[in-house]
Structure formats: structure tokens, C-alpha cells
């Protein structure tokens, strides 16, 4: 009988020590900064350049304007869509950049402004400009490549990176 109450309380004492370090886990988990959850999400691993794409001054609501980055070989557009969006800088956070290559299969696309989206005359995938390049139909399996961007003082609009992989390259800068 003795050796069965040895088991017995050598089962609530693991019992008890398993439930303190659930607690004390929950308690641990509740005090992550709810910040973290709600960061950027990492960009890949790669060197960025930065590079100057225009001005405020030169853009007009829903007109876009060509661009490239992070080299020639990767064409893109400028948007100033009008309100506030996912990635949208300057005064109005309403300026944004995408590549133009279908993450399909590299089409050029073309921007439909009725919409606001990128549309792919190859398979007709098709990329939300106001949600941050989500993909809306199609064939590609990924959502368009953004570019990161930054305006100074002045008003220049700088690229200082790219959140998803540009079609046709094993990274984003050759
Ligand atoms: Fe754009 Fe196929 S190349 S959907």
C-alpha cells in the first residue's frame, strides 16, 4: 500500500510540475509585445540598392509612371492611387511601386485603372494594387513583387527593396 501511495504522489508532483510550466508558459506567451505580431515581415536576404525613382511632383492620382529596379532588366511602375494603402508612402501613404513582370511566367502587364490592378495578357493573372500586390486571378502562384519605398525631404521617392522574388531571377539583385 506504502509503494502505491509513492506512486501515487510521485503522479501529482509531475502532474503539478507539468501544470506550473503550462501556466508559466501561457503567462510567458501573454506577455509577448503584441508589437512582434504586427512587424514587417522580414524581406529576403539580399543587398538592395537604393535608387531614385522620381518625385512626388511628378505624379498624378491613378497615372502610372515607369520605372525599373533594381536594375534596367526589371521594369516596374510608380502609382499614386489616391488613399491610403498597404506599403504607401509620402504625405497621403497612398504612393506605391510594383514590379510590371508576371510572376507567372514574366508577361509585361499592363495597369487597369478602373480597378487599380496589374493585369497579364499571357495567362491573365491579375495583382491588386491597393492590397499590396495580391493576386486576384490567374495562374501565378505568388503575389506581385513590391517595392519598398522611401520619400525625402524633397519629395524624391527612393526603392530600397523588394518583398517578394522578381520573376526570373534566383535573387533580386544579378
Ligand atoms: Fe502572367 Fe502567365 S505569364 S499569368
Redesign the pocket.
Known sequence: MSGCNKLTESGRRFFLGRSALAVAGAAAASTVPQASARATPALARVAYPVSRLGNLRDLKVNEPMDISYPDADSTGVLIKLGTPVEGGVGPDGDVVAFSNL?P????P?FYAADDRTLN?P????RFDCEKGGLQVW???TQNLAQFRLRVDAGGDIHAEGVDELLYGRHSNVL
Open positions: 508576371c507567372h511566367k514574366g508577361y502587364m497579364c499571357g495567362h491573365y493573372s490567374g495562374h501565378a
